[in-house]
């Protein structure tokens, strides 16, 4: 058996004996790869990993190579299995190891397993990654060593070790002064306050943060505050690290009685508004300062003006810093692993392994993703209040303010306070959106415009950091116009002594620049165009350290929490006016060219160099990027800016299609499929096979377009036989989606050919869990055609419990949801309840399923005559669509709550409710819900209202899929009701005949499977609320023949 | 590809007409030539041309390209047939526009005449049941 050790160098082998490097040392580093990414992988994949500068025909050469080499130096014919698409490694690993006992709770076998960095011979990018996410990892367990160690000297070895991972990070080395306080060695404390400070000045001319300081000036004044969870600020008076604050008692009045709500258990969202350089930041840090003082736990965020920021970019900055704060989770949750969609290091940083989430379609893991989010926060305010501030929400992307807002519709019983800064310019209707929809859900809600200072106010600022002369002063207020920003800055140039006060901003920092060297001067401009500040890491690829020292001492920069920036972005602007575009473009390509970082970022910094040839790559990894953190938007975008600057790439192209895909553009989608094809190479039948595969995935799933599914699907079986090669997975997975489509589109009989190839094949098709669900799911689509409606159910049953094991909660859903809507259509209303009931239990998925899966349950309640609890289901929907802000869904759920008031007999909700549904735009069948609210006003003995509806009805969009012969029936049935509501008896018995006719003649139909088949594609989900039952029907016309009957008796 | 349209104004509410357009099973009523016709699945029909019952033509129903109308496709010759509802003050106008295959051109006028019998049929039929 092959072992490879990564904790360190790397070392492997085989059965004990040493496995010797081979000369390739992209092979050796392969290995370490593979052994850090256990399963398969698509050989694509990996060559493009490795070799992303090359054609992709010289990767996957070079790929090959580097496999022969490294399976002639493994000597080991199991280890490696390399097919044609695929690639895996088995083998046993330390770090593994390492996993499982962090699993286990046996963090000291795990730490001892530590021989050094990870991977420590190699140096590629993949590798510093991964070497940083194992350090997080190996710093929380020795964390938490340090936390459960039984004295006081243990915990201080513990918390040195975790301190010598890195000997800047600043956690590490609180941790190492807390429990040297607790040990009662103050004076040890200190000294590693000290030595940290050198570090910190030495390597990256910073300084250590205010929660360092205050840590080292609570140790100093107060002995031992170490008693605090790890991770806590010391207490520390209730006043923020910055400029004073002055002339804002009355909106801090307002905020901290937000504060006491939010204390008391409540959700609040502070939202404060102003000019740049009015105080917005002040005050909120100011919040946040006085809150931390009473023990609650704060994080935060800003939204960077750079025009290129990565979606979610301020939640990353703001999840790395409260994962800092947290107690790890219990085993079970999974809101760290879906979080690490966003920030990577989240579970390692709560001491969890790394697991990737299950891929699921994209709105599914955005919906979990945002779920994870409202959890963390439950996580998070177990035991104290939570604070979040969003600092320059005017300048954050869309997908931040949607999650942003999906939180604080669910904070109304959660002690959380949101604060957010903005600019009124440029307008952000998404902030007023998310105030608004907060304060609906019953959270308290503070919006602040702050106005400029008072003179009396300014003169106040002033004095707090300067003193002048009554002239100065007097020039210092009338140029800064109430503004405190000005005021400051004006004044600091003032007391410099500079050539009388600066008339604005700009000539203050250019003032301010102008004295520093050029390698300080450089990293000042840096700072400018980065749009933000910049970590320690960044900062350390792109200055010197004395360079760092040089620039800080200017006083326009601040270090804080391992970041170095302006002051103020109003600052930063300034200093950025004064570049020229030749120096700007060169600083833009060194920002772009830095090592790691974010490639959203990397990709516009080196277009605004006019790096275009190198923007490329880093495009499509930004797009990659967003689209794992399910920003789908952002992804096309990206990819479309691609395109542009390589217009002839048919890789950029197809994954262009495959996003608009998930974002349910077809027509994009299409052409640019089409547009990808024609690029490939005709020679390149490999190429032509995956196109084509992905386009049947895609159109399989995300558009439910079996034609288009299908013909994708034979194109890749051709370039498959074409190629001259057989790769009997991929075929089989083609002949699953042909199956489905020729099932769907052609009926009965159409997909038999199909189903013997595939079973020629000679694989087992029960396994993986994902190929059962599809199979299953056709097999009993070929059964609905074939009108077997039995062992459809019996199939699509299988279909549900194979999704679910595959952990794919959409797949599932369809499964239980098609096998109800069948036991409904065969009568077995009680069976169909079984089956949502059992959906709804086993299918943890996100709100979206969840809202389907309690409208399958609610319908189905509701036909069995137990309206109670349909309505308690149906109100689950619209509480869902509520926590969704989702107007589609909201109105589904009234259309769904109006046929179901229908069913129970309350006309007056039943009539309300589809009137609003069919007010919004709800994918219903529109003609149908008319249909039934006429029913509802017929009995209402509204017959105009009645009558205008049926009449309304005629003008919807019919599709075959909707039964016209069923809508005939029913419109009708309402129009019995109608005139009998209008005392016309003979009318009403004229057309319940009728009615009776129709409904009698579908009873007579043996259609159901099809029927059910072609709603299933239409609507792309299980009809559930569709499912006709022509007998019950019949019944409910021969009840009203017999009212009528006795009403005309009784006359 | 030969084509033409036609129309006609029935006296019934538009709802009348609705109803017979779309039920299948009262086509037979209204549509000329057609002696009988049965359901085949998933919505479509199959009609039995007068005096040929035992020759099935199979038709396919389809909403208009904008959902308002209802469209049956000959799956046999090819004629496509859109048939729209206006409702007026008092009473429907029906329109209906037929697409006939450059192979089939040679029956332009006789469908011209079945179409412009069977519109007419409709029209009275459902002020008839009105």
């Known amino acids: 058996m092959l072992r490879v050790l990564v904790l360190g160098e790397l070392q492997a082998e085989v059965d004990g004996a040493a496995v010797a490097m081979p000369a390739s040392r992209r092979a050796w580093a392969l290995l370490g790869w593979l052994a850090l990414h256990p399963g398969e992988h698509a050989r694509g994949a990996v060559a493009a990993h490795f070799w992303p500068d090359v054609l992709d025909s010289s990767a996957r050469a070079s790929l090959r190579s580097a496999l022969w080499e490294l399976r002639r130096a493994l000597a080991d014919d199991d280890a490696l299995t390399a097919g044609r698409d695929r690639l895996a490694l088995r083998c046993e690993s330390d770090l593994a190891e390492f996993d499982a006992h962090i699993a286990a709770g046996r963090l000291e076998a795990a730490v001892v397993l530590h021989r050094g960095a990870l991977l420590a011979d190699l140096d590629d990018d993949w590798v510093l990654e991964a070497r940083d996410e194992h350090a997080e990892r190996l710093g929380s367990a020795l964390a938490r060593l340090a936390a459960a160690a039984a004295t006081p000297a243990d915990a201080v070895g513990w918390a040195r070790r975790r301190l010598a991972l890195d000997p800047l990070d600043e956690d590490a080395a609180r941790d190492v002064m807390r429990r040297l306080a607790d040990a009662g060695d103050r004076s040890g404390a200190l000294a590693a306050y000290d030595r940290l400070s050198d570090r910190l000045r030495g390597a990256l001319g910073l300084a250590p943060s205010a929660q360092t300081r205050s840590l080292a000036a609570a140790i100093r004044e107060e002995g031992a505050p170490a008693q605090q969870p790890p991770d806590r600020p010391a207490a520390v008076g209730p006043s923020a690290d910055g400029p004073p604050l002055v002339g804002r008692d009355r909106e801090l009045a307002e905020l901290t009685a937000l504060w006491e709500t939010v204390q008391a258990g409540s959700g609040g969202v502070a939202v404060i508004s102003g000019e740049a350089g009015i105080g917005k930041t002040r005050i909120a840090l100011e919040l946040v300062t006085r809150a931390r003082a009473a023990n609650a736990r704060a994080a935060r965020c800003t939204a960077a003006d750079l025009g290129g920021a990565p979606p979610f970019a301020p939640w990353v900055e703001l999840l790395a810093g409260l994962a800092r704060e947290l107690e790890p989770p219990a085993a079970d949750a999974r809101w760290p692993e879906e979080l690490a969609r966003l920030a990577p290091s989240m579970p390692l940083r709560l001491g969890r392994p790394r697991v990737e989430p299950p891929e699921v379609p994209s709105d599914l893991a955005r919906a979990r993703l945002f779920e994870a989010a409202v ?515 909201a109105s589904v759920a009234d259309h769904d709550g109006g046929l179901i008031a229908l069913l129970a007999g309350d006309h007056e909700r039943a009539a309300e409710l589809l009137g609003r549904a069919l007010a919004g735009d709800p994918p219903v069948q529109r003609a149908d819900a008319r249909l039934r609210r006429a029913e509802a006003l017929a009995r209402l003995g509204r017959a105009a209202e009645a009558d205008a509806e049926i009449r309304a009805a005629t003008l919807e969009p019919i599709r075959a899929a909707h039964r016209p012969a069923v809508l005939v029936a029913r419109m009708t049935f309402a129009q019995a009701l109608s005139a009998r509501a209008s005392g016309d008896l003979a009318l009403a018995e004229r057309r319940l005949r009728e009615a009776e006719g129709h409904w009698r003649r579908l009873a007579g139909d043996d259609d159901a499977g099809r029927e059910h088949l072609a709603s299933l594609v239409d609507l792309g989900r299980p009809p559930v609320t569709g499912v006709v039952d022509p007998a019950g029907e019949l019944e409910r016309v021969t009840e009203e023949l017999r009212e009528l009957e006795a009403l005309a008796h009784v006359r | 590809m030969p084509t033409f349209d036609d129309s006609a104004t029935s006296e019934a509410p538009v709802e009348e007409v609705w109803k017979l357009l779309y039920d299948p099973a009262r086509m037979v009523e209204w549509w000329e030539g057609i002696e009988r016709v049965e359901p085949s699945g998933g919505g479509d029909i199959t009609i039995y041309p007068d005096g040929y019952p035992d020759f099935p033509m199979p038709q396919e129903l389809r909403a208009a390209a904008d959902g308002r109308g209802l469209t049956i496709s000959c799956l046999v010759s090819y004629l496509v047939f859109e048939w729209r509802l206006e409702p007026l003050e008092a009473g429907t106008r029906i329109r209906v526009h037929v697409e006939i295959p450059d192979e089939e051109a040679h029956r332009l006028e006789t469908q011209r005449a079945g179409v412009s019998a069977s519109l007419r049929s409709l029209a009275a039929l459902a002020t008839a049941t009105a």
Do not use: K
Request: aromatic share 2%; proline share 4%; glycine share 8%.
């Open chain 1, 375 to 889: 959890e963390l926060a439950e996580h998070a305010t177990a035991d104290r209040p939570l604070v979040l501030l969003f600092d320059d929400v005017h300048l954050a992307d869309a997908p931040t303010l949607e999650l942003a807002a999906y939180l604080a519709r669910r904070i109304e019983r959660l002690p959380v306070l949101l604060v957010l800064t903005r600019r009124m310019v440029p307008r952000r209707d998404a902030v007023d959106a998310l105030a608004h929809a907060a304060r609906g859900r019953g959270v308290a809600v503070r919006e602040l415009a702050l106005e400029p200072l008072s003179r009396r106010e300014l003169e106040a600022l002033i004095g707090e950091i300067a003193t002048l002369a009554a002239p100065q002063r007097e020039h210092v207020v009338a140029a800064a116009d109430g503004n405190p920003l000005l005021a400051l800055e004006s004044a600091r140039a003032a007391a410099r002594g500079d050539e009388g006060p600066p008339a604005s901003l700009r000539g203050a920092v250019r003032a301010a620049i102008a004295g520093l060297d050029e390698p300080a001067r450089r990293t000042a401009e840096l700072a400018a165009v980065a749009g933000r500040p910049l970590d320690r890491v960044e900062l350390s690829a792109l200055a010197p350290p004395e360079a760092v020292l040089a620039a800080m001492d200017c006083g326009l920069f601040r270090s804080a929490d391992g970041r170095f920036g302006f002051r103020h972005d109003l600052l930063r602007e300034a200093a950025l006016f004064e570049l020229d575009d030749a120096r700007r473009a060169q600083l833009h390509e060194a920002l772009g060219s830095a090592p790691g970082g974010r490639a959203a970022e990397a990709a516009r910094h080196l277009r605004l160099a006019g790096r275009d040839d190198l923007a490329v790559a880093r495009l499509v990894e930004a797009a990659a990027d967003a689209a794992h953190a399910t920003a789908l938007v952002e992804a096309a975008a990206y990819l479309e800016e691609a395109i542009g600057l390589r217009p002839d790439d048919p890789h950029v192209r197809l994954q262009l299609a495959e996003t608009l895909a998930q974002l349910g553009r077809r027509e994009g989608a299409l052409a640019a499929l089409d547009a990808a094809v024609r690029l490939i190479d005709p020679a390149d039948a490999g190429a032509r096979v995956h196109a084509h595969l992905r386009a049947a995935i895609w159109c399989r799933s995300s558009l439910c377009d079996p034609a288009r599914a299908g013909r994708s699907a034979q194109l890749a079986l051709d370039a498959l036989d074409g190629g001259g090669t057989d790769a009997v997975e991929v075929r089989a997975e083609l002949l699953l989606i042909r199956a489905w489509s020729e099932v769907t589109t052609l009926g009965a009989g159409a997909a038999d050919a199909t189903l013997a190839q595939l079973d020629a094949l000679g694989l087992d098709l029960g396994t993986p869990s994902l190929r059962r669900h599809h199979l299953d799911n056709v097999r009993g689509f070929v059964l609905l055609a074939e009108g077997r409606l039995a062992e459809a159910e019996e199939a699509l049953v299988a279909s549900g419990e194979a999704g679910e094991r595959a952990g794919r909660a959409d797949l599932a859903y369809g499964g239980w949801a098609n096998a109800a809507c069948i036991a409904s259509a065969l009568g077995a209303r009680d069976r169909a309840l079984e089956y949502a009931q059992r959906g709804a239990v086993r299918i943890s998925g996100a709100p979206t399923i969840d809202f389907h899966m309690a409208c399958l349950l609610a319908y189905t309640l509701a036909r069995l005559g137990r309206h109670h609890e349909a309505r308690a289901a149906n109100d689950h929907q619209a509480e869902l669509a509520a926590r969704l802000a989702s107007p589609e869904l």
